[in-house]
T-cell receptor, first 116, second 116 residues
């Protein structure tokens, strides 16, 4: 089946640091990648949708300057949390899809981000 | 606002019991429907999906779900659960809005524990 690799799985860093999370589709070309955030005991919240070679579409309330998304190739998307603060601590999950409309998404294992 | 509700937050069953997890959504337009499962320590995996056609959908591992449009429901069922079905189950719905804009919304999940 389709495999999505997300790295790193866990990050602990100081406030003010920028953190980059990578999402790779290992055995298929992902035209669309999705970034989610999940707080404890809450549902997955879509942050943004990125299509290869174009700017990401951010959901309402998500700061695009805070959460930089790059989808430079069909197998890699990155999420950079800039100048991270403790309130950015969360579980971030990416997923990838060959096409948005009818192809179920394949998920990475997630990244646990802890800002001290 | 569009929403997805999973009414059972925690379910505890004995092996061989029958399972039904509820999923309701709040929209009368076109939808795509998904059930995902997350086994302990693993990433989200697709159980089954409904796009169109036969409203009774068969998935992996003996799961099925029935789309009842009049009730805005997509309940997940399995006639006889096993201990290995212990996991978190998520219902997700893609809502197709005006202009063919799509929004994927997740339920909060249902934690299923199956006692041997």
């Amino acid at each position: 089946g389709a495999v999505v690799s997300q790295h790193p799985s866990r990050v602990i860093c100081k406030s003010g640091t920028s953190v980059k999370i990578e999402c790779r589709s290992l055995d298929f070309q992902a035209t669309t990648m999705f970034w989610y955030r999940q707080f404890p005991k809450q549902s997955l919240m879509l942050m943004a949708t990125s299509n290869e070679g174009s700017k990401a579409t951010y959901e309402q309330g998500v700061e695009k300057d805070k959460f930089l998304i790059n989808h430079a190739s069909l197998t890699l998307s990155t999420l950079t949390v800039t100048s991270a603060h403790p309130e950015d601590s969360s579980f971030y999950i990416c997923s990838a899809s060959r096409t948005f409309e009818n192809q179920p998404q394949h998920f990475g294992d997630g990244t646990r981000l802890s800002i001290l | 606002a569009q929403s997805v509700s999973q009414h059972n937050h925690h379910v505890i069953l004995s092996e061989a019991a029958s399972l039904e997890l509820g999923c309701n959504y709040s929209y009368g337009g076109t939808v795509n429907l998904f059930w995902y499962v997350q086994y302990p320590g693993q990433h989200l995996q697709l159980l089954l999906k409904y796009f169109s056609g036969d409203p009774l959908v068969k998935g992996i591992k003996g799961f099925e779900a029935e789309f009842i449009k009049s009730k805005f429901s997509f309940n997940l069922r399995k006639p006889s659960v096993q201990w290995s079905d212990t996991a978190e189950y998520f219902c997700a719905v893609t809502f197709f809005n005006a202009g063919n804009n799509r929004k994927l919304i997740w339920g909060l999940g249902t934690s299923l524990a199956v006692n041997p």
